[in-house]
T-cell receptor, first 113, second 113 residues
Framework: DAGITQSPRHKVTETGTPVTLRCHQT?????MYWYRQDPGHGLRLIHY???????DKGEVSDGYSVSRSKTEDFLLTLESATSSQTSVYFC????????????FGPGTRLLVL | DAKTTQPPSMDCAEGRAANLPCNHS???????VYWYRQIHSQGPQYIIH???NNETNEMASLIITEDRKSSTLILPHATLRDTAVYYC??????????????FGTGTRLQVTL
């Protein structure tokens, strides 16, 4: 299995508080992604990174920001958490542009009260 | 990226072959077919992908019709551990940007004794 860890694995927080989720990889892959998964929606891309300090928005980026200061770490921040951001968050990595596959982390379950 | 259609659920007896269909009638010539699965409470797992030739690896076989409008994922000897949601995804590789795998709702495969 690809070396991808996510922290925390579970978090409960209150509306209006900032939350940061961390994704750490040991594979030295260039590309990293954050997805959220909700019942009936499958997986939806939030943000992705194509290199250190290079990030771009996905389809559901409102209310989220990301940072990547090192190849191995990709942080997802909810600036002011809302109940609609209650979800399971997955980080993924991929190595190249050609016939690429993505490898996923174990996920973080976030509950915003 | 082309849209895919999958049955919402399927059952398979343990030890038998599981054949999961996917319709992608609007697929373009440069789009690949990818299959992922997600076992309950885990991150998605890459299974296999192909362009137009049939493909086989240690996990599964992928059969793509000659007109490429549909494909079938085959798990040759399903086990209880293959119970999962299976996602068929069609996308262009080497787009010049990071990959954006858009997951639909998939097929829930239940393997039974």
């Amino acid at each position: 299995d690809a070396g991808i860890t996510q922290s925390p694995r579970h978090k409960v927080t209150e509306t209006g508080t900032p939350v940061t989720l961390r994704c750490h990889q040991t594979e030295n892959h260039r590309y990293m992604y954050w997805y959220r998964q909700d019942p009936g929606h499958g997986l939806r891309l939030i943000h992705y990174s194509y290199g250190v300090k290079d990030t771009d928005k996905g389809e559901v980026s409102d209310g989220y920001s990301v940072s990547r200061s090192k190849t191995e770490d990709f942080l997802l921040t909810l600036e002011s958490a809302t109940s609609s951001q209650t979800s399971v968050y997955f980080c993924a990595i991929s190595e190249s542009l050609f016939q690429e596959t993505q490898y996923f982390g174990p996920g973080t379950r976030l509950l915003v009260l | 990226d082309a849209k895919t259609t999958q049955p919402p659920s399927m059952d398979c007896a343990e030890g038998r072959a599981a054949n999961l269909p996917c319709n992608h009638s609007t697929i373009s010539g440069n789009e690949y077919v990818y299959w992922y699965r997600q076992i309950h409470s885990q991150g998605p797992q890459y299974i296999i992908h192909g362009l137009k030739n049939n493909e086989t690896n240690e996990m599964a076989s992928l059969i793509i019709t000659e007109d490429r409008k549909s494909s079938t994922l085959i798990l040759p000897h399903a086990t209880l551990r293959d119970t999962a949601v299976y996602y068929c995804i069609v996308r262009v590789s080497n787009t010049g940007t990071a990959s954006k795998l858009t997951f639909g709702t998939g097929t829930r495969l239940q393997v039974t004794l």
